[in-house]
């Protein structure tokens, strides 16, 4: 009887967690299920509205917006020449050179992911911030849960701080008409309160113990893609706030590309084919009975806060970038656009799947660590505490008179 209840017993529950677990870690299904997730859920979108009549292929091209997918390119090939140029490697060395303890550790952590995420969005600066932290688990006997699933919160709701911190925030500065000064104001009170709450949460999670500080990287930067970068990024945001046209940072992106030569097929394009088909597929689901019906500002109501928790809730099930393009054409006003700003960015904390960087820093960490069990039962509590202390914050704070 106990050999047939035990996980590793010869019961049927040992070998089907087995199998389960080896499924769980074949490289396609790992891909589909935390690396490409929403690329393979948009796809599938997009061809369900051309199957079923919903969108026309001759319609395509009016419903992509194509500079939005331009910047998205152009950010793309940006990020890959900082990548590459070691310039972030140094960064994050360098802000936790000087901490000794884990506390201090952690909060170094989760600025140099803010400050990552804000320039590159949320998911590259975990790519680059949890592979480090998971090093130091090595060097120093650290258990980096704690540490990863925070600066998984840090990648998602503060370096929602700039247009470019998340996918989302870049469609909703573009669509919803902000202008650099508005959008900063939104963003200022909401990522504030997120920050002292992020502070609050280390002490509460992170044991307080000594820690050896870390030797600085040995690895130099590469000067020429360093200032491809920052060029390249610079037009970017220059093309954001309207000071040059869009078809420039496209055209530099060419030359930063051949500055890349082969690594450029190393580069994740992904987030350019997720825009293009969530255009299509979202188009197909709002000519459906089934949108209409279940259009969660229908149920929470077309005022400001009922499309914040419009957004944080429907993130939940969809993740908050399809989200964020399911709910934007109700909303009609500047402050129904902050409060869309605010819903889908607190609504990437909560569920796995409310925002990719969560799978994205998930899988990172279970590369390096055997304890998954112990990651999941941090994250879930944590994360579902942000939610709703951010969710409360950001109703509290649209009746600011921002913008």
């Not at 970068?229 to 945001?237: M, N, Q, R």
């Not at 597929?281 to 009922?306: C, I, K, M, N, Q």
Request: a positive charge; one cysteine or more; glycine letters at 10%.
């Amino acid at each position: 009887m106990d050999g047939a209840l035990g996980s590793d017993g010869p019961g049927p529950r040992g070998p089907m967690r087995r199998r389960a677990a080896a499924l769980v870690d074949h490289p396609v299904v790992r891909a589909v299920l935390f690396e490409r997730l929403l690329l393979s859920a948009s796809a599938g979108l997009a061809i369900l509205a051309l199957a079923t009549g919903r969108v026309r292929l001759p319609e395509i091209p009016d419903l992509l917006d194509w500079r939005l997918l331009a910047l998205f390119f152009v950010l793309t090939v940006a990020v890959a020449l900082g990548k590459d140029s070691g310039l972030f490697d140094r960064l994050v060395a360098s802000a936790v050179h000087g901490a000794r303890n884990a506390r201090t550790l952690t909060l170094a952590l989760v600025g140099v992911t803010a400050v990552l995420a804000a320039l590159l969005t949320n998911d590259v600066a975990l790519m680059l911030a949890v592979p480090f932290t998971m090093l130091l688990r090595r060097a120093a006997d650290l258990d980096p849960a704690p540490i990863v699933v925070l600066e998984i919160a840090s990648a998602n709701v503060l370096g929602a701080l700039t247009p470019v911190g998340n996918p989302q925030n870049l469609f909703l500065f573009t669509r919803g008409g902000f202008k650099p000064g508005s959008f900063f104001a939104a963003q200022l009170p909401f990522v504030a309160g997120a920050a002292v709450l992020l502070a609050a949460a280390v002490p509460a999670i992170v044991p307080k113990r000594a820690f050896p500080p870390p030797t600085p990287s040995p690895s130099g930067v590469d000067a020429r893609l360093a200032v491809a970068f920052a060029v390249l990024l610079g037009a970017e945001i220059a093309a954001l706030v309207g000071a040059i046209p869009w078809p420039v940072p496209l055209v530099l992106s060419l030359g930063g590309a051949a500055l890349l030569g082969r690594r450029i097929f190393e580069a994740d394009f992904s987030l350019v084919f997720v825009f293009a088909f969530l255009f299509v597929g979202v188009a197909g689901l709002e000519r459906g009975r089934v949108y209409r019906a279940l259009d969660p500002s229908r149920l929470f109501g077309h005022a400001p806060t009922g499309i914040a928790v419009s957004g944080a809730v429907l993130s939940q099930l969809v993740s908050n970038v399809p989200a964020a393009l399911l709910l934007a054409p109700a909303v009609r006003t500047a402050a129904g656009f902050r409060a869309l700003l605010y819903g889908v960015n607190a609504g990437g904390c909560g569920t796995p799947i409310a925002s990719i960087a969560n799978l994205i820093g998930w899988q990172l960490y279970r590369r390096e660590s055997p304890s998954a069990g112990r990651f999941w039962r941090l994250f879930l509590p944590v994360s579902f505490a942000l939610l709703a202390a951010l969710l409360l914050w950001s109703l509290a704070i649209l009746r600011l008179p921002i913008g």
